[in-house]
Structures are given as structure tokens and as C-alpha cells.
């Protein structure tokens, strides 16, 4: 994601599920939009239905946007919006005299369902609970797994096997197993790995 040149900070924040931009408008002779590339490719177009704005790509939602907001330096909320040419997405605020500023705008989107889940048993969990030695005796479970996603996932486990030890070890303490959440990030291509506890079906 790239923004416009204009005048005032901008900070990307990584949520879960999702990415949350924060711009400031730091007086009133400063612009009050600001635009947003979120670098689509050619077959993905932000639509607006309804007053609330999506990404879509080959026929479905890949990215949901949500209700922006923007607040005066006292808290107070200003009014604002969204406008877009289909590629671009522009947050709007309402210039208000009686507002203080610096005023803090946040449009955030949140990625979409393009995305699966590895599920793992208890007995798969206590194993993976047990550190990299049991982490072995359950890979390479990835071969099942058809490319992108079984390749993507090769890579993270071998950065990231700590991670999903120490997920596995809370999941057993709380007799709980272990899933791996797998997905685009956004639509740009690179996929994600994030491993969680999971209760129900699992046995």
C-alpha cells in the first residue's frame, strides 16, 4: 500500500486480520483527503455498494473496507468518507472550524476469506507441544498440501517452528489443538502463516 504525497504523517499497523492505516491532518490549511494505492493488480477493482466499499477479485471479496473514521485532537468525532476510481481509495474530511487540531483519520480494510486451515489432533499437538523433534515426526505434512500454500507453508515452519511449539504447549495446557490459518495477504500475492488453538472437533 502507497499514499499520495500529501502533507502530515501516516502510519501502517498490522491487525489481526487485516491492515489499519492512521494519517494525520496537522492544521486547517492542510489537504483533508488523502488517497490510498493499495497496489491491485489489473483484475481486482474497489467497488461501493450500499455506502460500504470492497475489493474484489475474480468474483468475490477479497478485501472488506471498513467505516473510516477521523478525530480532533479533543476526541471528537469529524465527519468523513470514501470516494474511489475503482484502483485508488480516498478518505475525505469534513473541514470544521471548530476542530482542534491535529486530526487523526483511520481507514482500515480487512483481508479476505481467500484463505484455509490445517487442523491438528491432540496427539498431533502433544507432538508438536514437544519441541522441533516432535515437530519432525509431524511434517512434512505440507507435500499434501497443494502449491501455493503447501510450498509457502515449507518456508514458514522452518523460520517459525518455535512459534508453533509454543502455541502447541498452551493448546495442551488448555486442552485445546493446534491449527494453522493459511491465506493471502491482502491480494498481493505473498501468503501468510499464523498458527492458533482451536476447541471444537478437536480429538
Known sequence: MTTHGEPGSVTTIPVAGGEQTVFTIDSPD???SRTFDLNLPKEATIVE???FFFVEQNGGIAIRISEPWAKDAHGRNLE???TTDGKELTQHVEKNESATYP???DPRWNWGNISGHIYFSKEETRKLAAGAAGAAAVGPF???VPPPFGPAI???WAKNSIHVTE???RAVAGKKCVQLKVG???ISGIIGVSPAEYTEGCS
Do not use: C, K, M, V
Request: proline share 4%; aromatic share 20%.
Open 49 to 51: 455498494r450500499d455506502g
Open 142 to 144: 505440507w507435500l499434501a
Open 103 to 105: 486530526i487523526t483519520a
Open 167 to 169: 502455541t502447541a504447549t
Open 184 to 186: 493471502y495477504i491482502g
Open 30 to 32: 492542510d489537504p483533508h
Open 154 to 156: 515449507a518456508g514458514w
Open 80 to 82: 468523513t468518507w470514501f
